[in-house]
T-cell receptor, first 115, second 112 residues
Framework: NAGVMQNPRHLVRRRGQEARLRCSPM?????VYWYRQLPEEGLKFMVY????????ESGMPKERFSAEFPKEGPSILRIQQVVRGDSAAYFC?????????????FGEGSWLTVV | TQLLEQSPQFLSIQEGENLTVYCNSS?????LQWYRQEPGEGPVLLVT?????EVKKLKRLTFQFGDARKDSSLHITAAQPGDTGLYLC????????????FGKGTKLTVNP
C-alpha cells in the first residue's frame, strides 16, 4: 500500500518561472491537503481539496498560487512567477475521512528552490 | 487564530536520560497529533490523542492530552540516539475546520 507520493522531490526554478508540484494521495483517500514549511518555521496550512473541489483555500496566497484535484490524476499545486520567498518545502497530506477521523498521512515533500 | 507553542525549541541530551516536550495553547482542540520529522522527509504520525486527560504509550514514548484539551506533552524514557529528530505537535481545531495547526517543533539530539 503505497504512501502519499509527491514529485518532484526537488525542484529548482529561476525567478519568474512556474513551479508545478504533484501529489498522489494514498489509495482510497479523497481528502488532500497542502502545507508549506519555511526554514525554522512550522508547517502552515495552504489548501484543502476533495475530488474536483477546493474546500478551503484560506491559507493560500491569493495571487500566483493555485491548486486542483481533478477527477482523474494527482493533485497539483501550481506557483506562477516564482519569487525567492517561495523557496520552501511543500508537503501534501491525504486522509480517507478528514482530520476529524484522525488518520492523515504526509508525503515526503517537494523542496522548491528559487534562484 | 489558534496557535500551538512548543517547548523547548532545542534539546540536547545524553543517551539514557529522560525528557519531556510540551505543546501549549490557549485554544481548545478536538484532537492533537504528534509527528516526528527527519531532515529531508515528511512528518510521520506517531500518535493521536482525542479525549481530555488521555494517555497513550508507544514503547518508551508517553503522550498525554490535557484535561481541557489545550495542551499536550511527550515524554521519552531512556532516550536513545535513534530518537534524534524534530518532534512536531499539531492540533485539529474544534469547530469543524480541516486545517491542522502545527507547533514550530522541538529539535531533539540524543548523544551516545
Amino acid at each position: 500500500n503505497a504512501g502519499v507520493m509527491q514529485n518532484p522531490r526537488h525542484l529548482v526554478r529561476r525567478r519568474g518561472q512556474e513551479a508545478r508540484l504533484r501529489c498522489s494521495p494514498m489509495k482510497g483517500h479523497s481528502h488532500v491537503y497542502w502545507y508549506r514549511q519555511l526554514p525554522e518555521e512550522g508547517l502552515k496550512f495552504m489548501v484543502y481539496l476533495q475530488k474536483e473541489n477546493i474546500i478551503d483555500e484560506s491559507g493560500m496566497p491569493k495571487e500566483r498560487f493555485s491548486a486542483e484535484f481533478p477527477k482523474e490524476g494527482p493533485s497539483i499545486l501550481r506557483i506562477q512567477q516564482v519569487v525567492r520567498g517561495d523557496s520552501a518545502a511543500y508537503f501534501c497530506a491525504s486522509s480517507p475521512t478528514g482530520v476529524y477521523g484522525n488518520t492523515i498521512y504526509f508525503g515526503e515533500g517537494s523542496w522548491l528552490t528559487v534562484v | 487564530t489558534q496557535l500551538l507553542e512548543q517547548s523547548p525549541q532545542f534539546l540536547s541530551i545524553q543517551e539514557g536520560e529522560n525528557l519531556t516536550v510540551y505543546c501549549n495553547s490557549s485554544s481548545v482542540f478536538s484532537s492533537l497529533q504528534w509527528y516526528r520529522q527527519e531532515p529531508g522527509e515528511g512528518p510521520v504520525l506517531l500518535v493521536t490523542v482525542v479525549t481530555g486527560g488521555e494517555v497513550k504509550k508507544l514503547k518508551r514514548l508517553t503522550f498525554q492530552f490535557g484535561d481541557a484539551r489545550k495542551d499536550s506533552s511527550l515524554h521519552i524514557t531512556a532516550a536513545q540516539p535513534g530518537d534524534t529528530g524534530l518532534y512536531l505537535c499539531a492540533g485539529a481545531p474544534s469547530g469543524g475546520s480541516e486545517k491542522l495547526v502545527f507547533g514550530k517543533g522541538t529539535k531533539l539530539t540524543v548523544n551516545p
